[in-house]
Nanobody, 122 residues
Framework: QVQLVESGGGLVQAGGSLRLACAAAGRTCSSDGRGWGREAPGKEREFVAGISWITMTYYADSVKGRFTISRDNAKNTVYLQMNSLKPEDTAVYYC????????????????WGQGTQVTVSS
């Protein structure tokens, strides 16, 4: 009932920036938490950023100070602004929705998108 479509991934040099967006379609409640996870080959999915419906935010230590999550509830869209990118940020980034009142970990989410590749060159 919920579809998530990520966009904005690509190739960027270290120190550069990318802005990811995720539009949700279906029966997504605006009060749900939204977030972003990432997965590198051979590694488990890491939850990197989450946001509640009143815009309380969470960031993994690995991205804190460099990434900013935001949301536009009217558009059912969540964004991830990624600055000062590092090669270790290279991963497939997945949009998450359906977090209800919770937003701080990957276990809080019901729905995940198909992902968008982010590659940071050194």
């Amino acid at each position: 009932q919920v579809q998530l479509v990520e966009s904005g991934g690509g190739l960027v040099q270290a120190g550069g920036s990318l802005r990811l967006a995720c539009a949700a379609a279906g029966r997504t409640c605006s009060s749900d938490g939204r977030g972003w996870g990432r997965e590198a080959p051979g590694k488990e999915r890491e939850f990197v950023a989450g946001i509640s419906w009143i815009t309380m935010t969470y960031y993994a230590d690995s991205v804190k100070g460099r990434f900013t999550i935001s949301r536009d509830n009217a558009k059912n869209t969540v964004y991830l602004q990624m600055n000062s990118l590092k090669p270790e940020d290279t991963a497939v980034y997945y949009c998450a929705a359906g977090g209800g009142t919770y937003y701080r970990s990957k276990e809080d989410y019901t729905y995940w998108g198909q992902g968008t590749q982010v590659t940071v060159s050194s």
